[in-house]
């Protein structure tokens, strides 16, 4: 857990509120969090995903191991201490987004179960949905697909660190939704998170989608 | 400019493009960085700013100081490298908000123009929107202000490396909007803000708003 360093700060209150984002959006803020092997089927999953939220015009946003690597976190590297922070930084950012109104599409290998659940932690301290989604399946088949050619790397030595080759994955335990990707396709894949998404009325609750139902202005302080 | 540690990481391009978000939003995405002394007003007018959009059915976001200090930033202080990596997480956020399709709205102080400079590069080469609004007033203003104290703690020395006091303000020279705020409303100022972001087409543009024109269906690409 990081240490507060910077003094001198405290929350700002502002006039609209979450709920008012949750009624201009019509959903509720949330973070989908995909956790599994390189090759599993994360960013798929969460392409296919995205689209479909969309479809239904639902707002949602990928955050991708890959992209954020590039921009926020472009000063970290593979070493445990900076996977730590990359998976510290994301969650923080999850977050923001879920308090703005957005599902987040997080994904990531997150090997470490102590980082994700500190992701976890985080969340329920603000009271934001979190849906850990096990993208599961053999290390054998994510071998065999090694979409970027990875894997051949790691065997041959030219990667370190690797997760599955020399660096373990530590599966979740108890995740919201825990999907076989050698099992199904990925339409069912989607079908379940949309259906998880509903049942917790993250989407399609009834109050935020009833027609008519403009978002009540806000009165200003001054 | 921070170093990019990471390698094998490649952009992952999706089936929903920002251009599809814009639509669902009604609105464009785009930054709107306030920069100041601490007590010239930022904070307020991102509040008016941020409840008069919402009252547009506008969907914004405030990235604050002090709020992002308790989150994303709480393992940075105030030293140089800190501040600097502050603002550079913070500009890294706000363009993912922005390619999100959300107007962010950042209140800090940024008192240094490499920094800022840095995030307007950053958004730049991303082709979003960077607003830089200059929020001034007098060091005199904003020490008899002193919202929060940390004038008459700066100036006791129980404060080190505070803007203004033992730590230069590096004014903008050509921000976008420049707001005198001991010569103006909060009223005026939110106007103008809003006046730029329609002059811009951020908010407002014709074909973001025309009735009925619910955004279409993105097909998925298996």
């Known amino acids: 857990m ?29 973070t989908i969090w995909f956790t599994g092997l ?17 479809n239904k015009s639902k707002m949602s946003y990928r955050l991708d191991g890959d992209n954020v690597r590039l921009g926020i976190n472009k000063n970290l590297g593979f070493s445990e201490a900076d996977r730590t922070e ?36 985080l969340h329920d301290a603000a009271n934001l949905p979190f849906v850990e989604v096990h993208v599961d399946c053999s290390l054998a088949t994510a071998e065999k697909r090694d979409p970027k050619g990875l894997y051949k790397k790691a065997r041959a030595g030219e990667i370190k660190n690797f997760t ?49 139902d403009a978002p009540q202005p806000v009165a200003a302080a001054r």
Chains 1, 2 share one sequence.
């Open 86 to 121: 990359n998976i510290r930084r994301i969650g923080e950012i999850a977050k923001l987004f879920g308090d703005a109104g957005v599902i987040s599409l997080s994904s990531f290998i997150s090997p470490y179960k102590a980082d994700r659940n500190e992701v976890r932690r």
């Open 38 to 54: 390189s090759g599993s089927g994360k960013s798929t999953i969460a392409v296919a995903l995205e689209t479909a939220l969309f």
């Open 2 to 30: 990081a240490e507060q360093k910077a003094t001198n700060v405290t929350w700002h209150d502002g006039e609209v509120s979450r709920d008012d984002r949750y009624r201009l959006l019509r959903q509720k803020g949330a």
């Open 164 to 212: 599955g080759i020399d660096d373990p994955y530590e599966a979740p335990e108890n995740p919201e939704i825990h999907l076989r990707t050698d099992q199904m396709t990925l339409q069912q894949e989607v079908e379940i998170i949309i259906e998880y998404l509903k049942k917790h009325e993250i989407i399609g609750a009834r109050h935020y989608t009833r027609a008519n």
